[in-house]
């Protein structure tokens, strides 16, 4: 039997939360990201971070958004140590519950509080 081997994408530049998004909603169980490289929680702290004010709160909201979906079963999240201080982030796309009730554009509306069929009121019996 033969095994595949695990590839994993590396963005040529910082991922944004929507890229994020996207990828999790196009990922097949199995497809690897990694979303950052260095020392997520030094990165987004001013004191410590090189990085501008708005670079730092896009990569905040890319933090919390890939916790979120971990949170939701949409990926596994893992580190991988590859320098002193130095870790790459990466999401491992899940497979997608079969009896989806919501679409994930649906979860990230009623997330914002937006009406929608993940919040219940599409007046439709839920599945």
């Given at each position: 039997?033969?095994?595949?081997?695990?590839?994993?994408?590396r963005?040529?530049?910082?991922?944004?939360?929507?890229?994020?998004?996207?990828?999790?909603?196009?990922?097949?169980?199995?497809?690897?990201?990694?979303?950052?490289?260095g020392?997520?929680?030094?990165?987004i702290f001013?004191?410590?971070?090189?990085?501008?004010?708005a670079?730092?709160?896009?990569?905040s909201?890319?933090?919390?958004?890939?916790?979120?979906a971990?949170?939701?079963?949409?990926?596994?999240?893992?580190?991988?140590?590859?320098?002193?201080?130095?870790?790459?982030?990466?999401a491992v796309?899940?497979?997608?519950?079969?009896?989806a009730?919501?679409?994930?554009?649906?979860?990230?509306?009623?997330?914002?509080?937006?009406?929608g069929h993940?919040?219940?009121?599409?007046?439709?019996?839920a599945?």
């Open positions: 039997m033969e095994t595949t081997p695990f590839i994993t994408v963005a040529s530049r910082p991922l944004s939360e929507i890229e994020f998004c996207a990828w999790v909603a196009q990922a097949v169980p199995g497809d690897r990201l990694e979303y950052h490289r020392f997520l929680v030094l990165d001013p004191v410590f971070s090189g990085l501008s004010d670079a730092r709160a896009e990569l909201r890319l933090g919390s958004r890939a916790f979120w971990a949170e939701q079963g949409l990926v596994h999240l893992v580190q991988e140590r590859v320098g002193p201080d130095q870790f790459a982030y990466i796309a899940r497979p997608k519950p079969k009896a009730a919501v679409s994930l554009s649906e979860l990230l509306l009623a997330e914002q509080g937006q009406p993940a919040t219940g009121s599409s007046g439709g019996a599945a």
